[in-house]
């Protein structure tokens, strides 16, 4: 059974910064594609950062130079660093595992950002 857990999200002041953290199990962890995506209210999901199993990153440019993700092979597990928080990085955050034929995602964590 596939499982990606979430952990990390909150209530945030703008300008602040959080961890969000996933862990993976029930897949072969190095042979996906790992990533964040994020849905705000009334808006569509969109994929906020991205990393492979070499560590090449891409980021979507909304978020590019602040948020940073980065992956542990060993632990099976997948990172993102919010610095610099915005109003509109308001969204639930989803971790998902990549590969051809099939993507999984987690439940999602709340990141809210506000004064």
């Known amino acids: 059974q596939v499982q990606l857990v979430e952990s990390g999200g909150g209530l945030v002041q703008p300008g602040g910064s959080l961890r969000l953290s996933c862990g993976a199990s029930?897949?072969?962890?190095?042979?996906?594609?790992m990533g964040w995506d994020r849905q705000a209210p009334g808006k569509q999901r969109e994929l906020v950062a991205s990393i492979n199993s070499g560590g090449s990153t891409n980021y979507a440019v909304s978020v590019n130079g602040r948020f940073t993700i980065s992956r542990d092979n060993a632990k099976n597990t997948v990172d993102l660093k919010m610095n610099g928080l915005k109003d509109e990085d308001t969204a639930v955050y989803y971790c998902n595992a990549a590969a051809p034929l099939t993507t999984y995602w987690g439940q999602g964590t709340q990141v809210t950002v506000s004064s």
């Open positions: 029930g897949i072969a962890f190095r042979t996906y594609v």
